[in-house]
């Protein structure tokens, strides 16, 4: 059977390489007023994007940025008028850099822009510089936001969230934490893996992925015991990429789900919930996908795996040895809350509806007591 047919869409500049961000200024160009949006940490880099013009810092983006934090960047373009908005940190930067670009000088909000394909156009030029190896963001047309309100994530996705100039420059994640690299480095073979293992799953696709989870096999090991390996800290980098590719025409599928009740009422960093899931969904979804499931598996180290069991343990095992706390319960979850994490999981049905085997309200459920 033919593969449905997809759109690839890739920033229209990629610049790899240690160094690379002092080249954003040259790119740029004669500016007069650029906002950056950071985090107290990566605002630190400002300086190294030899940029011209006045240049205004919003740094207020937590780790799961919400519709407050898009309204306060907002007022911060409202008042900069950038002729360029600069996304300088991880996912929840860059996730904030695209929105902002989109919509602080047209009239739609972020509820007339949420969903598929209803963004109505960028007038501002958008460069993403990421200071770590995980979401993908700066490669993709995807932007989450948390909604407090509702304990959910809002979804905007269209082609003009798209970057101008992506850099991956490793330099940048050499200060990223042993914990943060290693929980990053996960979601980033999760991308890929769940791309991989997906109903939607494409030939192209594919490979992007396997380039990806094989990067992260390799290399995530020695970043996270040496964070200054600049080798091991571009190929993360790379699989972080990859693994942004991945998510536009065919997206993750159940463990991006059932980690995402851990960000939104648990409050659980991204990269680390999805660290805690990714070993249970892979061994749940391994009957469906066993071929592709045994090149994960030797990706993670194992030399052959016969059973869901095998290779839950051979995904937890690697997770552990990168010194991950894969334990619900050690990061504050409390057993009568996993019904209702189970239940907000299930009816994610735009990445539900992506997983290679159905899942049951209770086969969520179970996923999260395996991993409580």
Same mark, same amino acid.
């Given at each position: 059977?033919?593969a449905?047919?997809?759109?690839?869409?890739?920033?229209?500049?990629?610049?790899?390489?240690?160094?690379?961000?002092?080249?954003?200024?040259? %790119?740029? @160009? #004669?500016? $007069?007023?650029?906002?950056?949006?950071?985090?107290?940490?990566?605002a !630190?880099?400002?300086? =190294? *994007?030899?940029?011209?013009?006045r240049?205004?810092?919003?740094?207020?983006?937590?780790?799961?940025?919400?519709?407050?934090t898009?309204?306060?960047?907002?007022?911060?373009?409202?008042?900069?008028?950038?002729?360029?908005?600069?996304?300088?940190?991880?996912?929840s930067v860059?996730?904030?850099a695209?929105?902002?670009?989109?919509? %602080?000088d @047209? #009239?739609q $909000?972020?509820?007339?822009?949420?969903?598929?394909?209803?963004?109505? !156009?960028?007038?501002? =030029? *958008?460069?993403?510089?990421?200071?770590?190896a995980?979401?993908?963001?700066?490669?993709?047309i995807?932007?989450?936001?948390?909604?407090?309100?509702k304990?959910?994530?809002?979804?905007?996705?269209?082609?003009?969230?798209?970057?101008?100039?992506?850099?991956?420059?490793?330099e940048?994640?050499?200060?990223?934490?042993?914990?943060?690299?290693?929980?990053?480095g996960?979601?980033?073979?999760?991308?890929c893996v769940?791309?991989?293992?997906n109903?939607?799953?494409?030939?192209?696709?594919?490979?992007?992925?396997?380039?990806?989870?094989?990067?992260?096999?390799?290399?995530?090991?020695?970043?996270v015991?040496?964070?200054?390996?600049t080798e091991?800290?571009?190929?993360?980098m790379?699989?972080?990429?990859y693994?942004g590719i991945?998510l536009?025409?065919?997206?993750?599928?159940?463990?991006?789900?059932?980690a995402?009740?851990?960000g939104?009422?648990l409050?659980?960093?991204?990269?680390?919930?999805?660290?805690?899931?990714f070993?249970?969904v892979?061994?749940?979804?391994?009957?469906?996908?066993?071929?592709?499931?045994?090149?994960?598996?030797?990706?993670?180290?194992a030399?052959?795996?016969?059973?869901?069991?095998?290779?839950?343990?051979?995904?937890?095992?690697?997770?552990?040895d990168?010194?991950?706390?894969?334990?619900?319960?050690?990061?504050?979850?409390?057993?009568?809350?996993?019904s209702?994490?189970?239940?907000?999981a299930?009816?994610?049905?735009?990445l539900?509806?992506?997983?290679?085997?159905?899942?049951?309200?209770?086969?969520v459920?179970?996923?999260?007591?395996?991993?409580?």
């Amino acid at each position: 059977m033919a593969a449905a047919p997809i759109t690839i869409h890739q920033p229209r500049r990629l610049a790899v390489g240690a160094g690379m961000i002092r080249e954003v200024g040259a %790119w740029a @160009g #004669e500016t $007069t007023s650029v906002l950056v949006i950071a985090t107290p940490i990566t605002a !630190g880099f400002v300086e =190294r *994007l030899t940029l011209s013009g006045r240049v205004s810092v919003f740094d207020a983006i937590p780790g799961e940025p919400d519709i407050g934090t898009l309204d306060a960047a907002l007022a911060a373009a409202h008042q900069a008028k950038p002729d360029l908005i600069v996304g300088l940190g991880g996912g929840s930067v860059m996730d904030v850099a695209k929105l902002v670009a989109a919509l %602080w000088d @047209g #009239e739609q $909000t972020l509820s007339d822009a949420a969903g598929p394909n209803r963004v109505n !156009g960028r007038n501002t =030029r *958008l460069v993403q510089v990421a200071t770590t190896a995980g979401t993908g963001s700066e490669a993709g047309i995807r932007s989450l936001i948390t909604d407090p309100v509702k304990g959910a994530k809002i979804a905007v996705e269209s082609p003009h969230l798209i970057a101008d100039l992506a850099v991956l420059d490793p330099e940048l994640t050499y200060s990223v934490p042993p914990a943060v690299t290693a929980a990053t480095g996960i979601d980033a073979m999760a991308h890929c893996v769940e791309a991989f293992t997906n109903r939607r799953a494409h030939p192209m696709i594919d490979d992007f992925a396997r380039m990806g989870f094989r990067l992260v096999g390799k290399y995530l090991a020695r970043a996270v015991n040496d964070g200054a390996d600049t080798e091991a800290r571009e190929g993360l980098m790379l699989a972080s990429y990859y693994g942004g590719i991945c998510l536009g025409p065919v997206n993750t599928a159940a463990g991006h789900a059932i980690a995402y009740p851990l960000g939104t009422l648990l409050h659980l960093p991204h990269g680390l919930a999805n660290a805690i899931i990714f070993p249970h969904v892979l061994a749940f979804n391994q009957p469906a996908a066993a071929d592709k499931t045994a090149e994960v598996a030797r990706a993670l180290g194992a030399s052959r795996v016969s059973s869901p069991g095998d290779v839950g343990e051979v995904a937890k095992a690697f997770c552990l040895d990168l010194g991950v706390e894969m334990a619900l319960a050690a990061h504050g979850a409390k057993e009568e809350d996993l019904s209702r994490y189970a239940t907000d999981a299930h009816a994610i049905r735009r990445l539900m509806d992506n997983n290679p085997v159905d899942m049951s309200v209770e086969d969520v459920l179970g996923i999260y007591r395996a991993a409580y």
